[in-house]
């Protein structure tokens, strides 16, 4: 499509882009089958690429997904006819109308849409992990990984293995004491988790993790909004019975540093790591920024300077009309109905590669004239999570 017929078709949608589902696998962990993927399709990559584990929003990134992986591989794309054949990329709008359809502050500041987020679903915990800051990204050729957390009770019928995160270290912990569990990546289980802290996980609340702040998740599907990265380093080599090898640590260092542990060490933002009073700045309580008679909107993440996200509740049989001061991508977890004049559906079984009715993304300008949605159920809620980059408008941390 050129630009003309991307500024047609996006006036035709009234602004919006309905997004085909993008699936991916991980190499590593247990999926914990509540992506609604139809069964047989959890391994559509092939096994030797591992089940399905993820499911990515308003992504104009590609993933950090190993050496098979596609070049495509996490890329969003736009239903343009419903034949996923015909689909064009997200980015390729965003790259094409610019600020026509993410709003001129993002995309003067930014050059693109800045941000994602995912569903990510596992039932077993996931390895003690960070991600990089901006600076050590950046010696790499990326850029850092601030992420949020929510637990939709919608996508949560089952806690998994073990329903509880780590983060960070005990505040006792010194740093000696984790670089000498390191030095034993190769000949042992160096079992780091025994220097962290574990929180169980609370449905309907959140966490935000700032990059360098070291973190094993919980065995919940996991809603996370996240900057425009796919970068880590993975500090624990034993997880559920899952070796992982020594790439795993030192892959997004560069080369001359991949045998030095103090590298490896200068990737914790130690200060946080062992905040102790890390629940207090980190966890995030939903706050409620609309109630009424048609629909409760709350935010679910925010009180960072990065990535923020909403769940927004339409009753049965009303309608919401809502604004928003940026463009945003969502996804429908419960109800059904109609945005604007386009219908709209949580999905209750998916076929890899088949288009939905449940994600969307909002151009900007439609977000500042309002978003019409229509709960047409006389008895089911209509819910949504909406993700997008941090504005003004987005509270702090309330204390």
């Given at each position: 499509m050129?630009k003309?017929?991307m500024?047609?078709?996006?006036?035709e949608?009234?602004?919006?882009?309905?997004l085909?589902?993008?699936f991916?696998?991980?190499?590593?962990?247990?999926?914990?089958?509540?992506?609604?993927?139809?069964?047989?399709d959890?391994?559509?990559?092939?096994t030797a690429?591992?089940?399905?584990?993820?499911?990515?929003?308003?992504?104009?990134?590609?993933?950090m997904?190993?050496?098979?992986?596609?070049p495509?591989?996490?890329l969003?794309?736009?239903n343009i006819?419903?034949?996923p054949?015909?689909?064009?990329s997200?980015?390729d709008?965003v790259?094409?109308l610019?600020?026509e359809?993410?709003?001129?502050y993002?995309?003067?500041?930014?050059?693109?849409?800045p941000?994602?987020s995912k569903?990510y679903?596992?039932?077993?915990?996931l390895?003690?992990?960070l991600h990089?800051?901006f600076?050590a990204?950046a010696r790499?050729?990326k850029i850092?990984?601030?992420?949020?957390?929510?637990?939709?009770?919608?996508m949560?019928?089952y806690p998994?293995?073990?329903?509880?995160?780590?983060f960070?270290?005990?505040?006792?912990?010194?740093k000696?004491e984790v670089k000498?569990r390191?030095?034993?990546?190769?000949?042992?289980d160096?079992?780091?988790?025994?220097?962290?802290?574990?929180y169980r996980?609370?449905?309907?609340?959140?966490?935000y993790?700032?990059?360098?702040v070291?973190?094993?998740?919980?065995?919940?599907?996991?809603?996370?909004?996240?900057w425009?990265?796919?970068?880590?380093?993975?500090f624990e080599?034993?997880?559920?019975g899952?070796v992982?090898g020594?790439d795993f640590?030192?892959?997004?260092?560069?080369e001359?540093d991949?045998?030095n542990l103090?590298?490896?060490?200068?990737l914790?933002?130690w200060?946080?790591?062992?905040?102790p009073?890390?629940?207090?700045?980190?966890?995030r309580?939903?706050?409620?920024?609309?109630?009424?008679?048609?629909y409760?909107e709350k935010w679910?993440?925010?009180?960072n300077?990065?990535?923020a996200?909403?769940?927004?509740t339409v009753?049965p049989?009303?309608?919401a009309?809502v604004?928003?001061p940026?463009a945003y991508?969502f996804i429908?977890?419960q109800?059904w109905?109609?945005?604007?004049?386009t219908?709209?559906?949580a999905?209750?079984?998916?076929?890899?590669?088949q288009?939905?009715?449940?994600?969307?993304?909002?151009?900007?300008d439609?977000?500042n004239k309002?978003?019409?949605i229509?709960n047409?159920?006389?008895?089911?809620?209509?819910?949504?999570?909406?993700?997008?980059?941090?504005?003004p408008?987005?509270?702090?941390?309330?204390?």
């Amino acid at each position: 499509m050129n630009k003309q017929q991307m500024q047609q078709f996006l006036a035709e949608n009234e602004g919006l882009l309905n997004l085909i589902p993008i699936f991916l696998p991980r190499r590593f962990g247990s999926a914990g089958h509540r992506l609604r993927l139809h069964p047989d399709d959890y391994y559509a990559f092939g096994t030797a690429r591992g089940s399905i584990k993820e499911r990515w929003f308003s992504s104009v990134i590609c993933a950090m997904n190993g050496d098979d992986a596609r070049p495509d591989e996490g890329l969003s794309y736009v239903n343009i006819d419903g034949n996923p054949e015909n689909k064009v990329s997200l980015k390729d709008f965003v790259d094409t109308l610019g600020a026509e359809l993410i709003g001129s502050y993002l995309y003067d500041t930014y050059g693109t849409w800045p941000m994602y987020s995912k569903f990510y679903d596992y039932s077993t915990p996931l390895f003690h992990h960070l991600h990089l800051d901006f600076d050590a990204a950046a010696r790499v050729g990326k850029i850092g990984k601030p992420e949020a957390y929510y637990y939709s009770p919608q996508m949560n019928n089952y806690p998994g293995t073990f329903p509880h995160t780590y983060f960070g270290f005990a505040p006792d912990v010194t740093k000696q004491e984790v670089k000498e569990r390191l030095a034993d990546y190769e000949t042992a289980d160096i079992r780091i988790t025994e220097l962290s802290r574990a929180y169980r996980i609370q449905l309907g609340t959140g966490w935000y993790t700032p990059p360098g702040v070291i973190h094993a998740p919980g065995s919940y599907l996991t809603y996370e909004p996240q900057w425009n990265s796919d970068v880590n380093s993975v500090f624990e080599n034993i997880t559920a019975g899952e070796v992982y090898g020594r790439d795993f640590l030192v892959e997004n260092l560069p080369e001359q540093d991949k045998d030095n542990l103090d590298k490896v060490m200068d990737l914790l933002d130690w200060d946080k790591n062992v905040d102790p009073d890390y629940r207090k700045h980190y966890f995030r309580a939903p706050i409620v920024a609309e109630d009424n008679e048609n629909y409760t909107e709350k935010w679910i993440s925010y009180g960072n300077p990065y990535i923020a996200a909403k769940e927004l509740t339409v009753y049965p049989g009303k309608t919401a009309v809502v604004t928003d001061p940026t463009a945003y991508g969502f996804i429908t977890v419960q109800g059904w109905g109609k945005i604007q004049n386009t219908d709209l559906a949580a999905a209750t079984m998916l076929r890899f590669g088949q288009t939905s009715q449940d994600e969307f993304f909002v151009s900007a300008d439609r977000a500042n004239k309002g978003v019409r949605i229509e709960n047409r159920s006389s008895c089911e809620p209509l819910v949504l999570l909406k993700h997008f980059p941090n504005h003004p408008g987005v509270p702090q941390k309330e204390d």
